[in-house]
């Protein structure tokens, strides 16, 4: 399968990625303080509005077991998604099965790509058996565990619009901004029917700002000029609220 971004997936990451919720005017803002000292991502440089979609299909149990570890706030915990960046299903964009979770402060991702075809790419269980490299495959050996002990199925669809910085004096600073946020109740990682569909957070994005090591003393200055508050936000916990599968649960 073609890799439509054109250079090798990263399969594994480990930093801190730290949240804003910004409404728009204070985004534009922001994001213009941001360019004295930081770049467009070069994949964000092909797209003619210089962002890009990102699609994710979560994973869960029947009790929504994922969703109430993060709410708690508990420091380890993990989840599965499916993740591509196209909106159908198209054979030249990579769609990788991924472990995401929180270890302490770290946050990690481990993720594995998937060869795909369009018959089976809404049958997520059929598509995770294609998974392109298996021997010794952490993800998808937990991922397999995680199916039949847990009885792990997909139940939310969230995608948005990201445009991606890095820095300019340090690669491993970046930060991304993410907006027209949206859930969608369903098991298809390309559904035809939205009826499902809502719109989230409508009038703010989410800033993420994932690092190694530190944040840059020009960072801590623009956080204090804006008065920026870091947050507890996880777009799944969102639309399943959104989409009331919480409250069902709960009633």
């Not at 369903?186 to 989230?200: E, G, S, W």
Request: charged share 30%; glycine share 2%.
């Amino acid at each position: 399968m073609a890799n439509s971004t054109n250079k090798p997936i990263k399969e594994n990451f480990l930093r801190y990625e730290f949240k804003y919720i910004l409404r728009d005017e204070l985004k534009d803002a922001v994001e213009t303080e941001l360019c004295h000292f930081m770049q467009l991502d070069p994949f964000v440089e092909r797209f003619e509005d210089k962002k890009y979609l990102v699609r994710s299909l979560y994973f869960d149990d029947p009790v929504y077991s994922f969703y109430y570890e993060k709410t708690d706030g508990l420091m380890h915990r993990q989840k599965f998604r499916i993740r591509t960046y196209s909106v159908q299903h198209d054979e030249n964009i990579p769609i990788m099965l991924e472990l995401k979770g929180r270890y302490n402060n770290f946050v990690y991702k481990n993720r594995t790509e998937i060869s795909h075809d369009e018959k089976i790419a809404n049958d997520v269980f059929k598509l995770t058996e294609n998974i392109i490299k298996k021997d010794n495959n952490n993800v998808l050996n937990q991922f397999i565990y995680d199916r039949y002990r847990k009885k792990i199925a997909p139940v939310m669809l969230i995608d948005y619009q990201r445009r991606a910085y890095q820095s300019k004096y340090d690669y491993e600073f970046r930060i991304t901004f993410d907006g027209e946020l949206y859930g969608t109740q369903t098991r298809q990682l390309f559904p035809k029917d939205d009826v499902n569909k809502r719109k989230l957070i409508d009038g703010f994005t989410i800033m993420e700002v994932k690092f190694r090591k530190h944040v840059p003393p020009w960072f801590h200055r623009i956080m204090i000029k804006y008065q920026l508050t870091r947050v507890s936000i996880s777009k799944y916990c969102t639309g399943m609220e959104a989409t009331n599968l919480i409250k069902h649960l709960e009633d």
